[in-house]
């Protein structure tokens, strides 16, 4: 049962162009949706993370849309660099004010290459 | 600062024989997590802890096994290794709060089962 779906496996864009990546859920109780970056041979690292009570994150060139009625998120890389070329991951977790710690439920992943 | 460290980073392995990776961390977060990561499936949450001496299963625990008998480490074993184990794995940390969420990641341990 996979409860985070992401599209696309793989995308490749222009230097300067917008990849966008898709996720959406099932869960209605999660609550808190990040993106990981992943480097081969890395482990994957925080991106950028946004929570249901707002529509929209910025940080630099990344941005996270929100759409809780249709539980979908996606991420938008402004003026893409060849830097950016990573495996992206989403996830999301449920019980972000809560005392637990669940763990995060991940997307299968997107491979993004940025052409020069 | 090294955050999050695992070892060993490579290991070839024969069918039913066992082993013991190790994470430790140096930020004194509460809770340790792993994750196996596989082609086209993403990571998949193994067994995590939210404290010294407790553990919680994950979405596949089968065939692991893990202990937190010091803050720092979170050991996960594999008693009987099977091919079906053969996986990149990663070992993550977070605090306490809301910062829970915010989770470090290993560079992780490449394991082939033979």
């Known amino acids: 049962q996979q409860q985070v779906k992401q599209s696309p496996q793989s995308l490749i864009v222009q230097k300067g162009g917008i990849p966008i990546i898709n996720c959406a859920y099932e869960n209605t109780a999660f609550d808190y949706f990040p993106w990981y970056q992943q480097f081969p041979g890395k482990g994957p690292a925080l991106l950028i993370a946004i929570r249901p009570d707002v529509s929209e994150k910025k940080e630099g060139r990344f941005t996270i849309s929100f759409n809780k009625s249709a539980k979908q998120f996606s991420l938008h890389i402004m003026d893409s660099q060849p830097g950016d070329s990573a495996t992206y991951f989403c996830?999301?977790?449920?019980?972000?004010?809560?005392?637990?710690?669940?763990?995060?439920?991940f997307g299968k992943g997107t491979h993004l290459i940025i052409q020069p | 600062n090294a955050g999050v460290t695992q070892t060993p980073k490579f290991r070839v392995l024969k069918t039913g024989q066992s082993m013991t990776l190790l994470c430790a961390q140096d930020?004194?977060?509460?809770?340790m997590y792993w994750y196996r990561q596989d082609p086209g499936m993403g990571l998949r949450l193994i067994h995590y802890s939210v404290g010294e001496g407790t553990t919680a299963k994950g979405e596949v625990p089968d065939g692991y096994n893990v202990s937190r008998l010091k803050k720092q480490n979170f050991l996960l074993g594999l008693e009987s290794a099977a091919p079906s184990q053969t996986s990149v794995y990663f070992c993550?940390?977070?605090?306490?709060?809301?910062?829970?969420?915010?989770?470090?990641f290993g560079a992780g341990t490449r394991l082939s089962v033979l």
């Open positions: 930020m004194n977060h509460e809770y």
């Open positions: 993550a940390s977070s605090p306490m709060g809301l910062a829970k969420n915010i989770q470090y």
């Open positions: 996830a999301a977790s449920a019980g972000y004010s809560g005392g637990g710690a669940d763990g995060l439920t």
